[in-house]
């Protein structure tokens, strides 16, 4: 064997050691398929009478009620590429009261080729979207296929946060408040901005932002107890991070990361810096997640607590035990079934997931 051979075996090895899960399978679950024969369920959302709002990445939603599955007309035109297309869907916390759908999805609307992430609300009726009203519209478009973002959430003062990723244009979006991309954003339910949003008296400043410095967060949720937002993002190879988001600051991506290059080669040396936050958590090797939600039920014992991330990569449910809002335990749940995407917490206070290829799930403690 020459040299360059032994070199590659080498790599190839070091490599897959290094991307090797450490998680220890956790036997004490099951599972019960509650909505079969989806691809990506990128979100989903339940209505209050028990049915289901499911958004398939192609660019269809379903509405899954009665065992059956139809589909929603009066969708925008989605911008299906690469990591953008139908993506998150959530209620309104008052949607008894308005009826108001909120949904993110690649848009090809305005100016230059290719898409953006973008943020609308609508009505449902008679399987149709009504009122249809684009609240936020990510610029510029481009034909990227990578890091749109892009999850939902409102927090208790009925504020709208959400994420947008920085477009794989890492070196100008997310350090760069005057732009798109790479950020947290906060609006008022009807699109406007709110008051004391922190940047709102910087000249040129994407006002709607509420921290920057992000990667491609798609994980957010409110942390049941200290009602803080909550988000994860990808890192590249290595150094996806857990993070507790707070008006106005920095993330430190690109400039600080636990993560390198995916060919291995650093792009930053530092992995921390006066004026970045640091996670509360992260991950070597990456285990890609998206979906993310905090246990708060009588249904899983001493579990409850415990916060739930999706694993794209090693494919399974990551549940965390936080002690001091730090991980202290790592464990894998459903193993093996297939690509993580989401996990809500139903109104009956089981865990849902969506798995691609899959459906949706019920977790069940054994």
């Given amino acids: 064997m020459d040299m360059k051979s032994i070199i590659i075996g080498l790599i190839l090895s070091s490599t897959i050691a290094c991307a090797q899960d450490k998680n220890p399978k956790n036997s004490e679950n099951t599972h019960e398929v509650i909505v079969s024969d989806i691809n990506i369920p990128w979100g989903f959302t339940f209505l209050p009478d028990g049915s289901m709002l499911i958004t398939e990445k192609s660019g269809e939603l379903i509405h899954f009620k009665d065992g059956k599955k139809s589909s929603i007309s009066g969708l925008p035109e989605i911008y299906v590429r690469g990591q953008g297309g139908l993506l998150d869907i959530i ?31 609508a009505k449902l009726e ?28 409102f927090d208790d003062a009925g504020y709208l946060y959400f994420s947008i990723g920085e477009r794989g244009n890492r070196d100008e979006n997310p350090q760069d408040i005057t732009r798109d991309g790479g950020k947290i954003y906060r609006l008022n339910d009807d699109g406007s901005i709110p008051e004391d949003n922190p940047f709102v008296n910087d000249a040129g400043a994407k006002t709607a932002i509420y921290s920057y410095g992000h990667r491609n967060p798609q994980g957010m949720t409110l942390h049941p107890d200290s009602r803080q937002i909550w988000t994860h993002e990808h890192g590249p190879k290595g150094g996806d991070e857990i993070n507790i988001i707070k008006a106005g600051k920095n993330y430190g991506w690109p400039v600080i990361s636990y993560g390198v290059n995916y060919v291995g080669t650093k792009f930053t040396d530092i992995t921390e810096k006066e004026g970045m936050e640091q996670p509360i958590h992260y991950w070597d090797p990456s285990i890609a997640p998206s979906g993310m939600a905090f246990i708060k039920s009588d249904k899983y014992g001493d579990w409850d607590g415990n916060l739930l991330v999706g694993s794209l990569k090693f494919k399974y449910l990551d549940m965390c035990t936080l002690k001091d809002n730090k991980v202290i335990k790592e464990e894998r749940l459903l193993d093996g079934l297939g690509r993580v995407r989401c996990v809500e917490q139903g109104s009956d206070g089981f865990i849902y997931v969506g798995i691609e290829d899959l459906g949706i799930v019920k977790l069940i403690r054994k």
């Fill in 91 to 121: 209620l309104h916390p008052n949607y008894d009261l308005n009826g108001w759908i909120y949904f993110s999805y690649a848009s090809s609307e305005g100016e230059d080729s290719g898409g953006n992430t973008s943020i609308a609300r």
């Fill in 126 to 153: 008679n399987n149709s979207l009504t009122n249809l009203q684009v609240l936020y519209k990510a610029t510029p478009n481009t034909t990227k296929g990578q890091h749109f973002g892009s999850r939902l959430v």
